[in-house]
């Protein structure tokens, strides 16, 4: 049992640049959500989903897209890399929304837009 | 590893203590509160949590205090250790059809040997 694992763990892109960020999870979750942690900050959320092949907006999701097309995996997509999108990047998922949300977060990927 | 933050603010606590770290959140609407622990390297990892009715609830070694009047939270950790040193993060979810969590800035937590 991996628990939520993603990939890569480290990239670097110029401004322009796409990329895709994979989350995986082996828990049978429903939800899973995508984070981002600035210096001093606390997480925010981008983009989240309720279940496969559906997905929703969050806090902060302009420049970012997401797909659930298998439940146990959630991509977010960078179009046009921008340095305001350096940033570490976190997933995570849970088996209900509300109440008794106890959010299971992956490792990170530390992205650097130059 | 990932690095959590480089600005944050710093609690100091000798090995032994027991440490308070605070938190206040933005919505009176909130129904629920989830601390979280964040190792260098590592995504948060949950504590513990408290709903809205409640203004306690102890855990092992930790207690979460809520105290709506003011929107202030709580996270007591007792006879801290070594392996408590991290950042701790609370966070709050909204009362309303989405399934968001908000979080804090957060605290680091530094345990003196």
């Known amino acids: 049992n991996a628990g939520v694992t993603q990939t890569p763990k480290f990239r670097v892109l110029k401004t322009g640049q796409s990329m895709t960020l994979l989350c995986a999870q082996d828990?049978?979750?429903?939800?899973m959500y995508w984070y981002r942690q600035d210096p001093g900050m606390g997480l925010r959320l981008i983009h989240y989903?309720?279940?496969?092949?559906?997905?929703a907006k969050g806090e902060v999701p302009d420049g970012y897209n997401v797909s659930r097309l298998k439940k146990q995996n959630f991509l977010l997509g960078l179009e046009s890399a921008a340095p305001s999108q350096t940033s570490v990047y976190f997933c995570?998922?849970?088996?209900?929304?509300?109440?008794?949300?106890?959010?299971?977060f992956g490792p990170g990927t530390r992205l650097t837009v130059l | 590893g990932e690095s959590v933050g480089l600005h944050l603010p710093t609690l100091s606590v000798q090995e032994g203590d027991n440490s308070i770290i605070n938190c206040a959140y933005s919505?009176?609407?909130?129904?629920?509160f989830i601390w979280y622990k964040q190792e260098s390297g590592k995504g948060p990892q949950f504590i513990i949590d408290?709903?809205?009715?409640?203004d306690k609830r102890q855990g092992q070694r930790v207690t979460v205090l809520l105290n709506k009047t003011v929107k202030h939270l709580s996270l007591q950790i007792a006879a801290t250790q070594p392996g408590d040193s991290a950042v701790y993060f609370c966070?709050?979810?909204?009362?309303?059809?989405?399934?968001?969590?908000?979080f804090g800035s957060g605290t680091r937590l530094l345990v003196r040997p």
């Open positions: 995570a998922s849970s088996y209900y929304g509300r109440s008794y949300n106890e959010q299971f």
């Open positions: 828990m049978n979750h429903e939800y």
């Open positions: 989903s309720v279940g496969e092949g559906t997905t």
């Open positions: 919505n009176s609407a909130s129904d629920y």
């Open positions: 408290i709903r809205s009715n409640m």
């Open positions: 966070a709050e979810i909204l009362m309303d059809s989405s399934y968001k969590l908000i």
